[in-house]
């Protein structure tokens, strides 16, 4: 579809946010790489075949708010080894100064420290990545 025409279906016909809140979730949508567009036309960058929406659907405001992946991997780690987020935090930091002389971004020795906690990372790479990037 079209970028007026899903602006529209949200904020018009469903009622289910502003348009300004419907142009930002199409941006983010193709920051999160959930969204492609070519030749003005928005297409899934995922299998919907999948997906069933209940009858009577409408989105929460938290589907505007920004997931942080660096601080989703903080978590599983913290959670997988039964430390404080503060701890990891502390540990990540130690990685960057000591051993990469501040030369390491904190994305990065959060991988080291999943892969040396044997914590699954990979559906967060892509968005570690962008998340690096966009900082």
Known sequence: MRKNELIYYYAL??????TDQANLLL????????????????????DTSGVTIP???KPTSSIFERNDPSQELISRIAKAQGMQETEVVS???RIIKERFDGNLLPAAALVL???KYHVPFIDLRE???????KN
């Open 55 to 57: 009858v009577g659907f």
């Open 91 to 93: 540990e990540m930091n």
């Open 113 to 115: 420290l999943a892969k």
């Open 13 to 18: 016909d469903r009622k289910w946010m502003s």
């Open 127 to 133: 968005a570690l990545i962008g998340y690096v990037k």
């Open 27 to 46: 941006q983010r949508a193709e920051e999160e790489g959930l969204l492609d567009q070519q030749n003005g036309v928005y297409f899934p960058r995922f």
